[in-house]
């Protein structure tokens, strides 16, 4: 059985960084493409950052560019989101994703979703 299990959300204030964490199964971390979505209340679903099975290609969204990393630890089969110099309007429930496709996951129809984890950033 897949599993995605996030960690790592909460409360802060503009500026500061806060380090999601993704842990997944040894095969779907090592097989699947995986990325981080988030959702804010009354928002869409919205993709922040892809990357390809292995980690070898990652593609992020505008907003985050420079602010947002992906990283991998294969020891541990995680994946991690650092987030630095949030704002308000990073504001959401954030979700893990993995699927055997790379598109699919881009286009937020991914296979396998964590819970989510909620991180709010206040002015």
């Known amino acids: 059985q897949v599993q995605l299990v996030e960690s790592g959300g909460g409360s802060v204030q503009a500026g500061g960084s806060l380090r999601l964490s993704c842990a997944a199964s040894?095969?779907?971390?090592?097989?699947?493409?995986m990325g981080w979505f988030r959702q804010a209340p009354g928002k869409g679903r919205e993709r922040v950052v892809s990357a390809t099975a292995g980690g070898s290609n990652t593609y992020y969204t505008d907003s985050v560019k420079g602010r947002f990393t992906i990283s991998r630890d294969n020891a541990k089969n995680t994946l991690y989101l650092q987030m630095n110099s949030l704002k308000p309007e990073d504001t959401a429930t954030y979700f893990c994703?993995?699927?055997?496709?790379?598109?699919?996951?881009?286009?937020?129809?991914?296979?396998?979703w964590g819970q989510g984890t909620q991180v709010t950033v206040s002015s």
């Open positions: 040894e095969y779907t971390y090592s097989n699947s493409a």
């Open positions: 994703a993995a699927d055997p496709s790379y598109w699919t996951l881009y286009r937020g129809q991914a296979s396998y």
